[in-house]
């Protein structure tokens, strides 16, 4: 069994009005929210995807299905702690994550430094192993026309 994997994860959700904006583990003040059965926290989701995928373990919807009342307007940061316990659960621990999110806006950089804590607090590592960026997609497609946001995520794990 391979001592080192990768994984990758993407996750997509749309704007809407009425939802607070969750991204990272952190409010971030915002005249409209992602829309999603959870708190639709795209870069969690990503991040989850890429650790389930990293270690054989399916995927975020396999595990935490949104026609599932339990997950319903659930914070992401549970799906985060419960996704590093079934990793754990297979002999694994979080190496680093390199995270992508895709965004006209809300403008992400100054609240980049909270993510990192908040994600590094829940997975229960140091800030340095994670790693988030901002960019936009230059006005093209969806994102570009603030339709929605997209996040990726590529994660290392090892075999402890």
């Known amino acids: 069994m391979n001592s080192i994997r990768v994984g990758f994860g993407y996750d ?3 704007f809407v009005s009425g939802r607070e904006l969750w991204l990272g583990g952190i409010k971030i003040d915002y005249k409209v929210g992602l829309l999603g ?6 870069l969690i989701h990503a991040l989850c995807d890429a650790l389930l ?3 054989n373990l399916r995927d975020i ?3 935490f299905p949104d026609t599932s009342r339990e997950f319903e307007n659930i914070d992401s940061k549970i ?3 419960k996704t590093m316990s079934l990793l754990r659960s297979k002999g694994y621990e979080f190496g680093n994550a390199d995270c992508t999110v895709c965004a006209e806006q809300p403008k ?9 804590n908040c ?16 960019t936009t997609n230059e006005k093209l497609g969806f994102v570009g026309r603030q339709e929605g946001m997209a996040a ?9």
Do not use: C, E, W
């Open 61 to 63: 919807g396999f595990h």
């Open 119 to 134: 994600l590094a607090q829940v997975i229960g590592v140091d800030k340095d192993s994670i790693s988030i960026k901002a």
């Open 79 to 81: 799906l985060l702690t």
């Open 53 to 55: 995928g990293a270690a």
């Open 37 to 42: 059965h959870s708190d639709a926290d795209v």
């Open 108 to 116: 992400l950089n100054q609240h980049i430094p909270a993510m990192q």
């Open 12 to 14: 997509v959700h749309a």
């Open 152 to 160: 990726y995520a590529t994660v290392l794990i090892y075999r402890v």
